[in-house]
């Protein structure tokens, strides 16, 4: 099995930029989290997908941020309006529907907001 | 409200020495609950986990044990490597719509001297 990926692995925008994120997770893995991590501090949890249905949103994911997952394989993360507040590192987990609770992370897209 | 609360860091040990981090949890119900590691550039890796009461989760040399009536999950390594030095992270489940997502402390950075 190749790991969860993710694209890009660093991204620096300048504040009202509109930046876009892919997540590809573990093949046949039906589940797939985001997650926001801020330099000192354990990640964040986002959002959630079950296939292509996203079926939780954290109080965390604002208007400007859309999650995507339109045919139950990579996800994308968008943030519109990018501000400086949203500068950290964004998380993609993958597991699969049955099995035990743990999750499997990819590298993370590193955000600059200047 | 449920959260995970983890040992201030940094920790800086020799090579050899006895490694305990403390971690402890408020959670309604019974989480499932895990030690994760990031390892610089890198994702987030499962160490171990334990999912009831008094089981214990080990892993590389690593070891922690579900502790109901203190609600905690300490980290312990009997003698730890230069290899070790990383940022530490416990985490706990919590049941959200079909999955489950994950609750994570700040996160300990260990450096281990050789």
């Known amino acids: 099995d190749t790991g969860v990926s993710q694209d890009p692995r660093h991204k620096i925008t300048k504040r009202g930029q509109n930046v876009t994120f892919r997540c590809d997770p573990i093949s046949e893995h039906n589940r797939l989290y985001w997650y926001r991590q801020t330099l000192g501090q354990g990640p964040e949890f986002l959002t959630y997908f079950q296939n292509e249905a996203q079926l939780e949103k954290s109080r965390l994911l604002s208007d400007r941020f859309s999650a995507e997952r339109p045919k139950g394989s990579f996800s994308t993360l968008e943030i519109q309006r990018t501000e400086q507040g949203d500068s950290a590192m964004y998380l993609c987990?993958?597991?699969?529907?049955?099995?035990?609770?743990?999750?499997?992370f990819g590298p993370g897209t590193r955000l600059t907001v200047t | 409200g449920n959260s995970v609360t983890q040992m201030e860091g940094p920790v800086t040990l020799s090579e050899e020495a006895f490694l305990t981090i403390n971690c402890t949890y408020t959670a309604t119900g019974y989480p499932s609950l895990f030690w994760y590691v990031q390892y610089p550039g890198e994702g987030l890796q499962l160490l171990l986990k334990a999912t009831k009461a008094d089981d214990k989760g080990s892993n590389k040399g690593f070891e922690a044990t579900y502790r109901k009536e203190t609600t905690s999950f300490h980290l312990e390594k009997g003698s730890v490597q230069v290899s070790d030095s990383a940022v530490y992270f416990c985490?706990?489940?919590?049941?959200?719509?079909?999955?489950?997502?994950?609750?994570f402390g700040q996160g300990t950075r260990l450096t281990i001297n050789p």
């Open positions: 985490a706990l489940s919590l049941p959200i719509q079909g999955a489950q997502k994950l609750v």
């Open positions: 987990a993958s597991n699969p529907l049955t099995g035990a609770p743990e999750q499997y």
